[in-house]
């Protein structure tokens, strides 16, 4: 055990061996003799980020943060918040941010750790390294950890998860030709999450942060048979349910989980259009996380490939009566339809 320790302490000391290449981390910047989460100094949130306390964690995800990460519950619960408000504008980012948590080892270590430059900020500032995100662990520095207060500390912990997800594709090239991953966009988001801008402009707002590095997480699905689904369930999690309504002039629209006051409005235009049938095709999208590795500088190291899967379920046909009742019988039997996805 006292030699598995020096290795370990080796590793992380040693410029030789860990050096600037094969990791990377999340950055602390010193203000008035307190220590802030980089990402929240460029947002300009790092004193005051916000949480929209109108939404209530998920239970379950505190739990399951617990058995993971070696943090106070504390902590944890405004990780778990910011999930659940993360939940209600994107439930895939939301699921692949808890399914990514179980992928890493997560560790403080009682020393400091080597500086990583993976950051290009315009901040003219000195960096802490706070922690190194290197293969399958995540290492943060005691000494750091212990000056940030609880919201910069969940930052942090979302910061790692967040950065983990920057596809490669997307990231420079260094000089002998492969490839390493860089923190801006990471940082972007974060920031983004925890500024007030997350509140006022909604899953649109989201969406265009997301657009570029994390094209693949919102907007890259892929099919998958309900079958198939079942044999390997326990590998997704569901992010989302659908129905799409349509009659035979084509489709009238689609409401989302996450959006279901939109279905009196489609109900509403399918009983104005007259047709005699309407039809509901239910589906949801499953999500996985697994790691992937590329070579950094000579060395191999991973990030987290997050793939959707979308799956149709069996389609329903409803007859449509034009009444005055029409609009809330057909709002139910979408919301009915909504829910047929397995939990």
């Known amino acids: 055990m006292k030699f598995l320790f020096l290795l370990l302490f080796i590793a992380l000391t040693n410029p030789s061996f860990a050096g600037n290449e094969g990791g990377h981390g999340g950055d602390g910047v010193l203000i008035d003799g307190r220590l802030y989460l980089l990402d929240l100094v460029e947002a300009n949130v790092e004193r005051n980020p916000f949480f929209d306390t109108t939404i209530i964690p998920r239970e379950e995800d505190v ?3 617990e058995e993971s990460l070696p943090f106070d519950r504390s902590t944890l619960e405004l990780v778990a918040a910011k999930v659940a408000e993360i939940r209600t504008l994107s439930p895939v980012l939301a699921n692949a941010i808890m399914a990514t948590v179980d992928l890493y080892q997560w560790r403080l270590v009682d ?3 080597v500086n990583i430059p993976d950051e ?6 000195k960096m802490y390294q706070l922690a190194i995100r290197r293969n ?3 290492i943060f520095s005691l000494k750091n ?3 940030l207060d609880e919201a910069n500390k969940a930052a942090l912990i979302l910061h790692e998860i967040l950065y983990s997800f920057i596809s490669i ?3 420079y090239r260094v000089g002998n030709g492969t490839y390493r991953q860089n923190s801006d966009q990471a940082r972007e988001l974060n920031g983004y999450i925890f500024s007030r801008y997350f509140l006022r402009r909604g899953r649109r707002g989201l ?3 997301l657009r570029t590095a994390y094209h693949n997480i919102l907007f890259k699905n892929r099919s998958l048979t309900y079958q198939e689904y079942l044999r390997r369930k326990e590998d997704y999690q569901i992010s989302e349910r659908a129905v799409e309504v349509s ?11 996450s959006d279901p006051v939109r279905s009196l409005d489609i109900a509403a235009e399918a009983c104005k259009r007259g047709a005699k049938s309407i039809t509901l095709v239910p589906s949801f999208t499953a999500t996985s996380a697994m790691m992937e590795t590329y070579l950094a500088e000579d060395r191999k190291n991973n990030y987290v490939s997050v793939q959707n899967y979308q799956i149709i379920l069996p389609l329903s046909e409803v007859e449509v009566t034009p009444t005055a009742e029409c609009s809330v019988k057909l709002e139910s039997q979408i919301k009915s339809a909504l829910v047929q996805a397995p939990n």
């Open 111 to 113: 020393f400091e750790l």
């Open 169 to 171: 594709d997307v990231d």
């Open 136 to 138: 399958s662990s995540v």
């Open 120 to 125: 290009r900020t315009v901040l003219n500032v």
């Open 145 to 147: 950890w212990v000056q």
């Open 63 to 65: 739990l399951r943060l």
């Open 207 to 209: 969406e265009s942060v």
């Open 247 to 257: 009659d035979r002039s084509g489709v009238i629209g689609t409401v989302h989980e």
